[in-house]
């Protein structure tokens, strides 16, 4: 017959080791999904740079850098082709976006229907401090489809310092960092004084 220090020690066997079996088939760490990038990303950075009149060092330093080198390349083509804005002068704010496409949209969105072409370099300023760039284009967008205020009143308005880019890396989105998953809803064939289309590129 089991004592009681025997049954104690039979439950404690019935209940642990099938846990500890389960706890042992975990992998201890996680797999990281590493970033695919190939010489084929850094060359088309590189060119599409260079095509803007990027210095060579320019070019290097921005696409060698970035986490995702196409993308900088995209944003800086598609905000000066939208804004005419200097090419050099968007690299430096596409370099520190941690999402140059989002930037992009931001950049053009707001720019689409300004009549004042001073405006646009603050667009281009108020879009790089914006942590969640596309989302303040639809706040900006938004309020002047109805409130017919200076550009730089609604950019103000809609700026957040706890939505502002601190000490910024060139295209990294920090781990756990989600996508914005906010989109402008922009028409695509715009009447006078409506708001931005989404591809204003196009």
């Known amino acids: 017959m089991l004592n009681h220090k025997n ?27 590493a970033v695919t990038t190939s010489a084929k990303d850094y060359r ?14 320019n070019a290097s330093k921005a696409c060698s850098n970035a986490l995702y080198p196409e993308d900088i390349s995209a944003c800086v083509i598609k905000i000066e082709r939208q804004t005419k804005l200097a ?33 646009k370099p603050a667009v281009l300023d108020y879009c790089g401090r914006s942590l969640l760039p596309v989302r303040f284009a639809n706040c900006v967008v938004g309020l002047r489809t109805e409130i017919k205020s200076e550009p730089v009143k ?10 502002l880019v601190i000490n910024p890396e060139p295209s990294f989105i920090p781990a756990g960092q989600e996508q914005p998953k906010f989109a402008p809803t922009f028409e695509t064939q715009p009447t006078p004084g409506t708001i931005t289309p989404e591809n204003p590129e196009q």
């Open 87 to 119: 090419a050099q002068d968007v690299l430096n704010t596409c370099e520190k976006s941690r999402y140059p496409l989002d930037l992009a949209k931001c950049v053009n969105g707001i720019s689409y229907n300004l009549d004042q072409e001073e405006a």
């Open 154 to 163: 609604a950019m103000d308005s809609c700026i957040d310092t706890k939505n």
């Open 7 to 33: 049954l104690l020690t039979t439950a404690f066997k019935g209940i642990c080791l099938p846990v500890l079996t389960l706890l042992a088939s975990i992998p201890t760490s996680l797999p990281i999904q």
């Open 44 to 57: 088309l950075c590189a060119f599409q740079l260079l095509k803007l009149g990027i210095s060579e060092e």
